[in-house]
Each structure stands twice: as C-alpha cells, then as structure tokens.
Antibody, heavy 121, light 108 residues
Framework: QVTLRESGPALVKPTQTLTLTCTFSGFSLSTSGMCVSWIRQPPGKALEWLALIDWDDDKYYSTSLKTRLTISKDTSKNQVVLTMTNMDPVDTATYYC?????????????WGQGTLVTVSS | DIQMTQSPSSLSASVGDRVTITCQASQDISNYLNWYQQKPGKAPKLLIYDASNLETGVPSRFSGSGSGTDFTFTISSLQPEDIATYYCQQYDNLPPFAFGPGTKVDIK
C-alpha cells in the first residue's frame, strides 16, 4: 500500500526558509523509474508543479522558482525534502508531495493529503 | 516552458448531461497529457493518463482523447459525485511539468 505524508511548519515568516518533508511507504525511491515531486496550490487557485527527484538522484525544478528550491532524498528513511528560500506571503499554499510510479509515463498516481503553509509576519 | 490552457474555466450541467473540457498545450506534447479530479479539501486524483488511458478503478463514464496540442476530457453522464475541479497536466518526456488552470464543474 503506497502512502505519502507531508510534514513541516504551518506558519513561516517572510524571508525565512521553508523545509518540508515527504515521508512515504509502499515503494522505494531506489527502484528504477520511481520519482517524487512537490506540487503546491494557493488557496482557491490552480496546482503548480515545483520540483522532482528521481531514483537516480536527478533533480528538476520549476523554471520560475529554481533559484529558491532544493530537493533531496534520504532513501534509507523513505523521505524527500524540499527547501524553499526567501518565503513570501504569495507562497502561502497547500504543498503536496506525489509519486510517479515508474514506466514510460509520468503521471502522479499517489498523493499525500497536503500540508498548508501560511507565510505571515 | 510549455503552457497549458483549459476551457471553460467553469461549467454548470445537469445530472446525466455529457460534459466536455478542452486542454491546449503551447507546443506539441504528443500524448503526454494526464487528467486529474480534485474535490474540495482533497488531494487530486488521477483519472486519465497518456491522454486516453483510464486509470484502474476509475468509472468508464470518464474518457480522454487527443494528441499534439489539443486534448479533450469527457464525462459521458454527469453524476452528483463528479462535482469537482478538473486539471490537465503535461509532462513532455522530462520536467518541468505543467498543470492547466482547472475547470470547475457544478450541478445545475
């Protein structure tokens, strides 16, 4: 059974760095083809793809946010960590992690429940 | 980067109606297009992958078609439980990925 769960602070101050952790079970990120992504959704707005890390430790970032994002994995702990620097109130959103389960198709087949991060002083 | 548009942004239909949503990519993405359903307060759920493949367990009233830049998502007979926002997502082989702006579906 595949599950993902996001964790991190609910509130951060402007200019601070956000660190979010995705803890997953039911698959291994060392298995060929497996990937984990971060996706966010501001309140009442659309989904926005942020970053992806794959089984081979290749990392990909949103073009508009790549200077602020870092994604990493700890395969032994079944965790993927996203850091976002210089947080701003416009970064207030629900942050999801999601899995791409291998194969030739890149679709998000399992998602975490999301964690709401509010940026406010 | 590839940009995605969706239309309409919202629609209202009666139970039993056929509902169609379109998604357009800013460049050719072959069939690298997925569709998700999101209900309020919930994470998105995969419905269709690779433009036309129904995810396991998803009702057959949902379908998708298209290739290149133009794609269509259809609910053949709208049900009350289909009230949600629907998003397309392109992947074009490698990231960056992109989601469309979403289509909110309501019952008339």
């Amino acid at each position: 059974q595949v599950t993902l769960r996001e964790s991190g602070p609910a509130l951060v101050k402007p200019t601070q760095t956000l660190t979010l952790t995705c803890t997953f079970s039911g698959f291994s990120l060392s298995t060929s083809g497996m990937c984990v992504s971060w996706i966010r959704q501001p309140p009442g707005k659309a989904l926005e793809w942020l970053a992806l890390i794959d089984w081979d430790d290749d990392k990909y970032y949103s073009t508009s946010l790549k200077t602020r994002l870092t994604i990493s994995k700890d395969t032994s702990k079944n965790q993927v960590v996203l850091t976002m620097t210089n947080m701003d109130p416009v970064d207030t959103a629900t942050y999801y992690c999601a899995r791409i389960g291998g194969g030739s198709s890149n679709y998000f087949d399992y998602w975490g429940q999301g964690t709401l991060v509010t940026v406010s002083s | 980067d590839i940009q995605m548009t969706q239309s309409p942004s919202s629609l209202s239909a009666s139970v039993g109606d056929r509902v169609t949503i379109t998604c357009q990519a800013s460049q050719d993405i072959s069939n690298y297009l997925n569709w998700y359903q999101q209900k309020p307060g919930k994470a998105p759920k995969l419905l269709i992958y690779d433009a036309s493949n129904l995810e396991t367990g998803v009702p057959s009233r949902f379908s998708g078609s298209g290739s290149g830049t133009d794609f269509t998502f259809t609910i053949s007979s709208l049900q009350p439980e289909d009230i949600a926002t629907y998003y397309c997502q392109q992947y074009d082989n490698l990231p960056p990925f992109a989601f469309g702006p979403g289509t909110k579906v309501d019952i008339k």
